[in-house]
């Protein structure tokens, strides 16, 4: 089962994307491949949690970080993590730029859902990958 874990900084921003993926024209494709979202409320990480915290736990419990943040202002930001610490086998950063055009163009957020989708249904091929873009 795919969790796509949503950054604390743009819950609402994965909300608004979760339920668009429960529309007809999306649903049978989630249920099919299981996608799930999970905040990190629900899977007991701190809203506070540093970038290289967050990113080890995703690589440890098999989650995609579903993100805004592309910064490398620190050595524990999440760029600099991937850099360091990313190999071949590591589950990409998805990253959604202008994340709030999710409510504001119908067109960006129907591209975004197909292309986290696209992610999760060729899954093998996106490992290593580093960081990844929606749409």
Known sequence: MPVILIDANIEGHGAHIWMRMQTPGWRDLVVALDVTFR????VGLDRASPDDVVWRFCQTHGFYLLTSNRNEESPDSLEATLR????PASLPVI?????DRVY????????????LLDYMLY????RGAGRLYVP
């Not at 360091?84 to 190999?87: N, P, Q, S």
Request: proline share 10%.
């Open 123 to 126: 899954a093998e091929n996106i």
């Open 95 to 99: 990253t959604l730029p202008l994340p």
């Open 84 to 87: 360091r610490e990313g190999t």
């Open 104 to 115: 504001h163009s119908p067109a960006f957020l129907e591209r975004v859902v197909e292309k």
């Open 39 to 42: 905040e990190f409320l629900d």
